[in-house]
């Protein structure tokens, strides 16, 4: 099928940390991303004070960009060297803390405590650890998940959101006979299966 042959395709968390070790991260953009701009309205709904999900999370500048109209946000993201450069950049000061449910992970606060990042794979969250959100914002996460993994990420991630929230996703589309990914071709089809 079109999509057959990025179907097995695996990224292992080992990989990723390499990239970031390497500084292989094309994919951190220094600029706020401009459908979030643009969507922004989608995400709030005209509510004030949300709690923002963001899956792997990067060192996405959203993050800071969110946490200063005065929502707060969690993020989850493998590479401490990520977490840790998120902090920096902004000349944010953070605390570091065990997080007693998931063993080896560590979260990363915000001495303002607003911006909480969790250092752990994505799979190990649950909603009895992080809390359920009012918005997500999925940039560069579903998009990464490797395939075999899209049905697992998408249920964990419904299971963490409440009633009335909005999620704003981004996906590119490309031919994915060209391109092995991550980022990985997603076809609408299959985000509506997953998502409903
Ligand atoms: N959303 C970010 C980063 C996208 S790249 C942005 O917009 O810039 C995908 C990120 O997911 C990488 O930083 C990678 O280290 C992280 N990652 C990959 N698998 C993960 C997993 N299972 N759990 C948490 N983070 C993961």
Redesign the pocket.
């Known amino acids: 099928s079109e999509v057959g042959s990025q179907k097995e395709r695996v990224?292992t968390?080992e990989e990723?940390?390499q990239?970031?070790e390497m500084g292989n991260?094309g994919?951190?953009?220094e600029q706020g991303?401009p459908l979030l701009q643009k969507y922004l309205d989608v995400l709030l709904n005209g509510r004030s004070g949300l709690r923002i999900f963001?899956?792997?999370?990067?060192?996405?500048v959203e993050m800071k960009w969110l946490a200063d109209m005065g929502h707060s946000v969690v993020g989850?993201?493998?590479?401490e060297q990520?977490v840790k450069e998120f902090f920096s950049e902004h000349s944010l000061p953070y605390c570091e803390e065990p997080v007693p449910e998931i063993s080896g992970a560590k979260m990363f606060q915000s001495t303002s405590g607003n911006i909480s990042l969790y250092c752990?794979?994505?799979?190990d969250l649950s909603s009895s650890i992080v809390g359920k959100f009012d918005g997500v914002w999925d940039?560069?996460?579903l998009v990464?998940?490797n395939p075999r993994d899209r049905q697992r990420y998408a249920s964990l991630i419904i299971s963490l959101v409440e009633k009335n929230s909005s999620y704003l996703l981004v996906t590119v589309s490309y031919d994915p006979n060209k391109h092995k990914g991550?980022p990985f071709y997603v076809p609408e089809s299959e985000i509506k299966s997953l998502f409903g």
């Open positions: 990224v968390e990723w940390l990239k970031w991260i994919f951190h953009k991303h963001f899956p792997l999370c990067g060192k996405a989850v993201e493998v590479s990520a752990c794979s994505i799979y940039r560069g996460a990464a998940v991550p």
